[in-house]
């Protein structure tokens, strides 16, 4: 399985940016996704995921009600909507996907996932 995201770019505080994961490969494999972030001299952490094969939605607190993560039409694909973006929301974003059944806050766990794209920077100024 590959994950490649895109969308990434700079942007001024209080814009939007959305960013974009697409999965190849064996993608029969793939249960739930997710997007984490890190930024600068941080440790990995959740932003947004999907759980229970993409009934619910799980979001860190610090994204609620900014970022939005949603489903495209094309399977096994992953979009995340992010607004009034902020300067410490700077990192490297992170598209991954698991090979089993995520259930609730378990989709904010990065032990959980399997594949991981190679991320798109996102900088906010």
């Known amino acids: 399985v590959q994950l490649v995201e895109s969308g990434g770019g700079s942007v001024q505080a209080g814009g939007s940016l959305s960013l974009s994961c697409a999965a190849s490969g064996y993608t029969s494999n793939i249960y739930c996704m997710g997007w984490f972030r890190q930024g600068p001299g941080k440790g990995r952490e959740a932003v947004a995921g999907?759980?229970?094969?993409?009934?619910?939605?799980q979001y860190a607190d610090s994204v609620k009600g900014r970022f939005t993560i949603s489903q495209g039409n094309a399977e096994n694909t992953v979009y995340l909507q992010m607004n009034s973006l902020k300067p410490e929301d700077t990192a490297m974003y992170y598209c991954a996907a698991s090979r089993g059944l995520i259930f609730g806050l378990n989709a904010l766990r990065d032990s959980y996932y399997s594949y991981w794209g190679q991320g798109t920077q996102v900088t906010v100024s």
């Open positions: 999907f759980s229970s094969r993409s009934v619910s939605t």
